[in-house]
């Protein structure tokens, strides 16, 4: 009689951790949380899955004029493995214009290879209008970001900024995971802000 054959159990891929899945965009999503260290004297601005507590609070991103754009690069380290960006990610971002004016608020999502920079998908909001005691926490949407490898030794990149629409202001943005109070942005007393700078970043699920 011959002997039953043995058969070994199905490789299982690497699934990567996500917050939730987009079913009708085939997509796992990761959020990502905004934050500053300090090294050697210089700020570095970054996002992490972690919530640390950031070291500042708040960015002045300078004066607005009509047309003028001032934003921030918040990174994620090197990768260790390719991953593949692909759907809809948003961006809860709050910000205020000092001393009047108005401004939009826009969010771009490219890849950094440490030298230069590679444009993927951006997205914008609506014109705000100050009297200069405007604090609001919005949403940002990028849709249709297009199937983008990401490669070993890469990073992901999130470029946060603000363009003025007629003259006069200074722009800041908050970004802080664990929601503390600053200067410019104190949640404590306006609940209808955060001082929690997050991205809901889409990747591609492997199927087989």
Same mark, same amino acid.
């Given at each position: 009689?011959?002997?039953?054959?043995?058969?070994?159990?199905?490789?299982?891929p690497?699934?990567?951790?996500?917050?939730?899945?987009?079913?009708?965009?085939?997509?796992?999503?990761?959020?990502?949380?905004?934050?500053?260290?300090?090294?050697?004297?210089?700020?570095?601005?970054?996002?992490?899955?972690?919530?640390?507590?950031?070291?500042?609070?708040?960015?002045?991103?300078?004066?607005?004029? %009509? !047309?003028v /754009? &001032?934003?921030?690069?918040f @990174?994620?380290?090197e990768?260790?493995?390719?991953?593949?960006?692909?759907? #809809?990610?948003?961006?809860?971002?709050?910000?205020?214009?000092?001393?009047?004016?108005?401004?939009?608020?826009?969010?771009?999502?490219?890849?950094?290879?440490g030298?230069?920079?590679?444009?993927?998908?951006?997205?914008?909001?609506?014109?705000l209008?100050?009297d200069?005691?405007?604090?609001?926490?919005?949403?940002?949407?990028?849709?249709?970001?297009?199937?983008?490898?990401?490669?070993?030794?890469?990073?992901?990149?999130?470029?946060?900024?603000a363009?003025?629409?007629? %003259? !006069?202001? /200074? &722009?800041?943005?908050?970004? @802080?995971?664990?929601n503390?109070?600053?200067?410019?942005?104190v949640?404590? #007393?306006?609940?209808?802000?955060?001082?929690?700078?997050?991205a809901?970043i889409?990747?591609?699920?492997?199927?087989?």
């Open positions: 009689m011959p002997l039953p054959k043995k058969y070994a159990p199905p490789l299982t690497v699934i990567a951790t996500y917050n939730y899945v987009d079913v009708a965009e085939g997509t796992g999503i990761t959020t990502f949380n905004a934050c500053t260290t300090n090294v050697a004297g210089t700020e570095k601005y970054f996002i992490t899955t972690a919530e640390p507590y950031s070291n500042t609070i708040e960015t002045n991103l300078g004066a607005l004029g %009509a !047309g /754009t &001032a934003d921030k690069d @990174d994620t380290g990768l260790n493995l390719p991953i593949i960006v692909k759907g #809809t990610a948003t961006v809860n971002v709050t910000s205020a214009l000092i001393d009047g004016g108005s401004y939009f608020l826009y969010a771009k999502l490219r890849k950094w290879d030298t230069s920079e590679t444009e993927i998908a951006q997205g914008s909001g609506s014109i209008a100050t200069g005691n405007l604090r609001r926490t919005i949403l940002l949407k990028i849709s249709d970001i297009p199937p983008t490898l990401i490669t070993i030794g890469e990073q992901i990149r999130l470029t946060v900024g363009q003025g629409v007629t %003259a !006069g202001g /200074t &722009a800041w943005i908050a970004h @802080d995971p664990q503390r109070d600053g200067t410019t942005f949640p404590s #007393t306006t609940p209808a802000i955060t001082n929690k700078l997050i809901n889409p990747f591609q699920i492997k199927t087989a």
